[in-house]
């Protein structure tokens, strides 16, 4: 399971609290006024970092698209694959 992707049973509906434990997060982080005064200070813009795989994107179809070397050599760490995420295709809407 990925950080702040609740597994989801047949009716669509989330198993876990891991979701909501995540926006919490992302949240708490955000709060940090000071740092956002120094962010508008020297005009840099707030990074936010969205995990995409099977969320915007279509985990397999990156999986798909790597040789069997790579899948063979990276067994137990697909996400380990270099370039892995770029192969990636958006679902319908994503974009």
Do not use: W
């Amino acid at each position: 399971m990925a950080l702040g992707v609740s597994p989801i049973n047949e009716d669509g509906f989330a198993t876990d609290n891991s979701s909501f434990l995540f926006c919490e997060e992302v949240v708490r982080h955000t709060k940090n006024f000071k740092e956002l005064l120094d962010l508008k200070k020297r005009k840099a813009k707030q990074i936010a970092f969205v995990n995409m795989d099977s969320v915007l994107v279509d985990f397999q179809t990156g999986i798909d698209k790597i040789s069997e070397e790579d899948i063979l050599k990276y067994k137990d760490d697909i996400d380990e694959i270099p370039g892995i995420f770029s192969l990636m295709e958006p679902y319908d809407g994503a974009i």
